[in-house]
């Protein structure tokens, strides 16, 4: 889910900016500036999605590591330590 939601605020963003620049900055027609904008989007939205399947393989690696890590400890928890 958390995947979705960066590839999605991370295509608006660019979008948005490509609707700024492209139309109030170089003055281009209306349906130039809509369509390089939603092909920003997309491009963005897909490299957001793999970005983030990325990010979310190497925690749930890290976090496996480190769970198997901490069973293999020979140190065990006493009553008193909190």
């Given amino acids: 889910m958390m995947i979705q939601r960066l590839a999605v605020c991370l295509a608006l963003i660019a ?5 700024l620049v492209g139309g109030l900055e170089a003055g281009n027609p209306f349906t130039t500036t809509v369509l390089r904008a939603l092909a920003a989007m997309v491009i963005t939205l897909v490299v957001g999605l793999v970005v983030g ?10 976090v496996t590591m480190e769970r ?3 069973k293999k400890s020979p140190a065990k928890p006493e009553t008193n330590d909190r």
């Avoid at 979008?15 to 609707?19: D, M, T």
């Avoid at 399947?53 to 890290?62: F, N, T, V």
Wanted: net charge negative; proline share 0%; with cysteine.
């Fill in 53 to 62: 399947a990325m990010l979310k393989a190497m925690l749930d690696e890290s």
């Fill in 68 to 70: 198997e890590r901490l």
């Fill in 15 to 19: 979008f948005s900016v490509c609707l």
